[in-house]
Structures are given as C-alpha cells and as structure tokens.
C-alpha cells in the first residue's frame, strides 16, 4: 500500500465514476453483483497488476441512486497492494464520484493508527449522461490536510482541462466496442512538488470505461489500463 501513490490511487477510482442505473445514464447498466476485470500495462506493454470492481450494493437516496463499489488492486506478482469501497450517485442523467470516498479505507486507517489528524475537502468528478466530441467538462479536485505533532502537510489532486476529444472503435481481450475519448490533467501538489500527467479515457456504452492511457509531461507514455474481462 505504501507504494502506491495519491495520483495512482484516483486513477484506479476514475473506472467507476461512469457507473449509472440505466434510467439515470448511458454508461454501465447498474446490477448488483456485476463485476469488471482491468489489466494494468507499464510503457513497455507488460503487465504490472490487477484491478476488480464488484458492484456490491446500489440503492435510492431521495431522488438519486447510489452505488458502492469494491476495488481489489494486485500487484504484478498478483499480492493484493490495496482494497476498498467507495461511492458515486447518479441524477438527473450526472454521475457524481463522491470526493470523500477517493481515499482507500486502508491508506485512511494506516494514517490515523500513525497519529495523523485529517480533514479532506474537494469537488466531486462529474460526467454527464449525454457526451459530445469538443464538449468541456467541469473540473475536479480533492486535497487532504494532514497534521501530526504541529507539522501540517496538504496532499492534493486537481483533474482540469477535462474534455471529450473524440470517438472511435476500441479492441481489448473483452471484445470490440465504440467509445468516446476523454481527456484531462491531472496535477498532483505534495511537499511543495507537483506532478502533472495528462491522462486519456475510452468509454463505451452500457459497458463504460474500455481503457485508460496516462502520459508525463513530455507526452511519453507512461502506463495504460484496459478492460480483459466483465460480467453483468
């Protein structure tokens, strides 16, 4: 767990804010029990982990649905790194990702047994049901304020310039499928550095996110996730 960093973390996380019931959006006809398989591809094409999301419980809230997810990360020698549950609504044909729920209950528990005081604050992601090529999408952000023994450290992540680039057909070992193409960057500001990384997501209807593509700086690829199995 502790080598797998914020950025990573909300990369993961980004796969299941497109989740929706088939009233409220076009992406990821919601049951319960469904499950999605990613497979995670350093630069060099070889894999370096795992990624499972089940779909363990979606109920109303007032007016919007709410969903809960499970997400079982492996390494690349198939040891479980990280697992969590989290949350998104859906309303009014917007999926929300609840900010709060970003961070692994895991990492969460780890820092609080270590003394650590936190407050976490942000927007949530939001994509709407209905996307268009050269369509702007609100920004996001999260940032969690840590303090311990009168030394404070803030850890954030901003995800802007969040557009729908285009469309095309998409071909993984799950099968072949029309996405739409969404780009963003993503800044990560820790200890006084920032990271930046320009990332780029496929998402198809009634399946969702099809693959992932995250960049560095300098535009050179720098890991890819693509979906290898799902059920439903």
Sequence with gaps: MKNISLTVILSL?????????????KFYPLKEGSTFEYTNLD???KVDGTINYLISEVRSVGTATA???????????GKQAFETDYTF????????????????SQMMKQYTEMGLEMDISG???EIPNDLNVGQEL????????????????NVSVDRTNRKVENKESVTTSAGTFDCYILSELNTSKAMGANIEFQTKTWLAEGV????????????????????TKYSK
């Design 89 to 104: 609504s859906c309303e009014n044909g917007i999926v929300k990702l609840d900010y709060e729920s970003l961070f692994p």
């Design 138 to 153: 609100p920004d996001a952000n999260v940032t969690m304020a840590m303090s311990m023994s009168g030394i404070n450290m």
């Design 13 to 25: 996380l980004f796969i299941g804010v497109s989740f929706a019931q088939e009233s409220c959006s």
């Design 43 to 45: 630069k060099k094409g």
């Design 67 to 77: 969903a809960t997810f499970n997400l079982k990360f492996k390494d690349k020698k």
């Design 208 to 227: 969702g996110m099809i693959k992932s593509e995250t960049y560095k700086k300098n535009g050179n690829l720098e890991n890819k996730m693509e979906l």
């Design 123 to 125: 927007t949530d992601i």
